[in-house]
């Protein structure tokens, strides 16, 4: 079975700084796009970050663009988000699964979110 579980979140003041895992199995990791996305309160889910498998390449939503960094450990399986200078509008529960660009939007390509892991920045 494709796993995708995200974890790291915490409570951090504003200007802060996190780092979210995405653990993977059930698949070869390296075929696949990952990325993140997040879904805070009343509102819809979006892409915020996605890093190809085959070549490495990255791609960020305009709002985290020189704030979060997108990596992945081939040997561990595992995709990291490095989040620094949280900003109170981070606040969301960020999940990861597969991803794509399309016109600089991030969209899932699988519909498995798991449980997620909640980031909330206080101001």
């Known amino acids: 079975d494709v796993q995708l579980q995200a974890s790291g979140g915490g409570l951090v003041q504003a200007g802060g700084s996190l780092r979210l895992s995405c653990a993977a199995s059930g698949f070869t990791f390296g075929d696949y796009a990952i990325g993140w996305f997040r879904q805070a309160p009343g509102k819809e889910r979006k892409g915020v970050s996605c890093i190809s498998g085959i070549n490495g390449n990255t791609y960020y939503i305009d709002s985290v663009k020189g704030r979060f960094t997108i990596s992945s450990d081939n040997a561990k399986n595992t995709v990291y988000l490095q989040m620094n200078s949280l900003k109170p509008e981070d606040t969301a529960v960020y999940y990861c699964?597969?991803?794509?660009?399309?016109?600089?939007?991030?969209?899932?390509?699988?519909?498995?979110w798991g449980q997620g892991t909640q980031v909330t920045v206080s101001s």
């Open positions: 699964t597969f991803c794509t660009e399309v016109d600089g939007k991030v969209i899932a390509t699988y519909d498995n």
